[in-house]
């Protein structure tokens, strides 16, 4: 199930290169905001949430710009039957994101 929607990105990680097993990796790594679930009353505020959008020339197309930013994603819910991840298929960049005091 595919959907969009706004988030705030607090920061960008690109990763090239192979391990000592030869296996190479590629990849840029995005850092949302996320609220903590408070349902409980046990927890309160906001944590990091990491997704994976393709590969690390993605980083070269926001590496410009000031962080944190407000964007757009596209968004999936995918399963292998048993776990469920949300993968990260796109983002656009919406606004400049006030920074925290």
Do not use: C, I, W
Not at 7 to 21: A, P, R
Not at 30 to 57: Q, R
Not at 84 to 90: G, I, L, R
């Amino acid at each position: 199930m595919r959907f969009k929607s706004e988030v705030k990105v607090l920061g960008m990680k690109s990763s090239k290169g192979q391990m000592d097993n030869g296996t190479a990796f590629d990849s840029t790594k995005v850092y949302t905001e996320t609220p903590l679930d408070d349902s409980k009353g046990t927890a309160k505020g906001f944590a990091v949430a990491e997704f994976t959008l393709g590969t690390s020339a993605e980083f070269d197309k926001y590496k410009h710009l000031p962080f944190p930013f407000e964007a757009s994603a596209e968004l999936e819910l995918v399963t292998n039957g048993k776990t469920q991840k949300t993968v990260m298929h796109s983002l656009t960049p919406t606004a400049r994101s006030a920074k925290a005091s």
